[in-house]
T-cell receptor, first 113, second 116 residues
């Protein structure tokens, strides 16, 4: 069983829709929870990170962590065609995020104009 | 500020040959990581340098892989001899050192390795 599970998609939504992306995990030692966005032929780029449980909002993006359920989510409001990319969840057991990341497989998102 | 750079961007080699991948981290970043994505699978950790020392090499698949970080600056990852299953995208990442705050891992664009 993988430490981090993520639905690979693809997920297609119309422009302006609210997108919900999710990951589940099994390792209770994870402390940092990251969402990376990766465009084709590029490296992953950090969108948001959350420490422990709770919500974090940044513009159109909201990250949620529920450690009791071992479940994390990323919500994208008012989705745009430029949001079309692969979204990767990643997790770390490090107190400062400097240990290795454990990634999900990534969800391919396509926002249709 | 320049990001993490990797060279080459793409390498095609025959099974049994040797390939060396290079990563230049962001200047001043003590932490350097190598990850690999095999087609259809998740990005997987290979190893972690702190300056020139290997902090964690638990993800290295076997002794055909050799990573070095000379003088704590750039790093190389050598695969010798390459096998078909080594094909994938190799990512390098770097982060600052710190124990009290979150230190983002910045990723390079990756090297796409194809072993024929």
């Amino acid at each position: 069983q993988k430490e981090v599970e993520q639905d690979p998609g693809p997920l297609s939504v119309p422009e302006g829709a609210i997108v919900s992306l999710n990951c589940t995990y099994s390792n209770s030692a994870f402390q940092y929870f990251m969402w990376y966005r990766q465009y084709s032929r590029k490296g992953p780029e950090l969108l948001m990170y959350t420490y422990s449980s709770g919500n974090k909002e940044d513009g159109r993006f909201t990250a949620q962590v529920d450690k009791s359920s071992k479940y994390i989510s990323l919500f994208i409001r008012d989705s745009q065609p430029s949001d079309s990319a692969t979204y990767l969840c990643a997790m770390s057991a490090s107190p400062s995020g400097t240990y290795k990341y454990i990634f999900g497989t990534g969800t391919r998102l396509k926002v249709l104009a | 500020e320049a990001g993490v750079t990797q060279f080459p961007s793409h390498s095609v080699i025959e099974k049994g040959q040797t390939v060396t991948l290079r990563c230049d981290p962001i200047s001043g970043h003590d932490n350097l990581y190598w990850y690999r994505r095999v087609m259809g699978k998740e990005i997987k950790f290979l190893l972690h340098f702190v300056k020139e020392s290997k902090q964690d090499e638990s993800g290295m698949p076997n002794n055909r892989f050799l990573a070095e970080r000379t003088g704590g600056t750039y790093s190389t990852l050598k695969v010798q001899p390459a096998e078909l299953e080594d094909s994938g995208v190799y990512f390098c990442a770097s982060s600052q050192e710190g124990s009290a705050v979150y230190n983002e891992q910045f990723f390079g664009p990756g090297t796409r390795l194809t072993v024929l």
